[in-house]
T-cell receptor, first 111, second 116 residues
């Protein structure tokens, strides 16, 4: 019940494409859903986050779509660039408790 | 703002020795700090949660006597890997939480530990 399931494991898109990464959860106590971007050898960096009372949030080229009834959320990257090539993690957190991470998606954007 | 640093960024040590990793919040006070380890091409695994001035809470399966965590101040937490073995080689990442109504945690750049 504490898991966050993330798919796909890896993704290759052409420059300008819109990669979509999906996550699903079971624990309805989760009330904060961040996405992190991680480059090799670096720590994760927060990209964008959403609370369950909102169905969509956009920040620059990154958009989170959230479906509370289905307990699913996804990340869309608009106009993807080679510099977006990285590993992306979805996560979920309940109140002040620990953050649960998805398994990660390795994205490669072809030039 | 909200910068977290780690030192060292990488370390190589011999089997049987101990190594200490520091995690500092540079421009904010962190009521809670988290320590993660990450194996190649895998996700972050939470090792322990530490609150300033109190004992760390370890996740199931993490040896508290092997991975000593000290959170002596609101800006510094340390992880000491005692009697390190090659299987402890990993990427260790800390994060810091401001507390209060903030949900966000800020991650450090990570420390690559190699035990030979």
């Amino acid at each position: 019940q504490q898991q966050v399931k993330q798919s796909p494991q890896s993704l290759i898109v052409q420059k300008g494409g819109i990669p979509i990464i999906n996550c699903a959860y079971e624990n309805t106590a989760f009330d904060y859903f961040p996405w992190y971007q991680q480059f090799p050898g670096k720590g994760p960096a927060l990209l964008i986050a959403i609370r369950p009372d909102v169905s969509e949030k956009k920040e620059g080229r990154f958009t989170i779509s959230f479906n509370k009834s289905a307990k699913q959320f996804s990340l869309h990257i608009m106009d993807s660039q080679p510099g977006d090539s990285a590993t992306y993690f979805c996560a979920a957190r309940a109140g002040g408790f620990k953050t649960i991470f998805g398994a990660g998606t390795r994205l490669f954007v072809k030039a | 703002g909200a910068v977290v640093s780690q030192h060292p960024s990488w370390v190589i040590c011999k089997s049987g020795t101990s190594v200490k990793i520091e995690c500092r919040s540079l421009d904010f006070q962190a009521t809670t700090m988290f320590w993660y380890r990450q194996f190649p091409k895998q996700s972050l695994m939470l090792m322990a949660t530490s609150n300033e001035g109190s004992k760390a809470t370890y996740e199931q399966g993490v040896e508290k006597d092997k991975f000593l965590i000290n959170h002596a101040s609101l800006t510094l937490s340390t992880l000491t890997v005692t009697s390190a073995h090659p299987e402890d080689s990993s990427f260790y990442i800390c994060s810091a939480h401001i507390g209060g109504s903030s949900y966000e945690q800020y991650f450090g750049p990570g420390t690559r530990l190699t035990v030979t």
